[in-house]
Nanobody, 119 residues
Framework: HVQLVESGGGLVQPGGSLRLSCAAS????????MAWYRQAPGKERKLVSS???????TYVADVKGRFTISRDNAKTTVYLQLNSLKTEDTAVYYC??????????????WGQGTQVTVS
């Protein structure tokens, strides 16, 4: 079965950086897209970034130029580099696996979430 182990969240000051990691197992990693979502308190979960099997990436406008998604197929791990963090980035960040894109990104599997707090 699919397992996603997230790490790298924490407390950081505005302008700081974090790198989130998601170690994946239980599926053929290189065949699927991966994504990061976030959910701020009292708000709906929203896609932040995705990376497909061919390396194609997407970013929500709010994070473009500040966040970078990447993947290491040998390590079956996806990363999200968060730079120039703002208080508005505070949220629980969720790794998502077995993602695909038709008109929009969808994913089949979800991690437990990791808290990012910017203050």
């Amino acid at each position: 079965h699919v397992q996603l182990v997230e790490s790298g969240g924490g407390l950081v000051q505005p302008g700081g950086s974090l790198r989130l990691s998601c170690a994946a197992s239980g599926f053929i990693f290189s065949n699927w897209g991966m994504a990061w979502y976030r959910q701020a308190p009292g708000k709906e979960r929203k896609l932040v970034s995705s990376i497909m099997s061919d390396g194609t990436t997407t970013y929500v406008a709010d994070v473009k130029g500040r966040f970078t998604i990447s993947r290491d197929n040998a390590k079956t791990t996806v990363y999200l580099q968060l730079n120039s963090l703002k208080t508005e980035d505070t949220a629980v960040y969720y790794c998502a696996a077995r993602c695909y894109k038709y008109r929009e990104v969808g994913c089949y599997d979800w991690g437990q979430g990791t808290q990012v707090t910017v203050s």
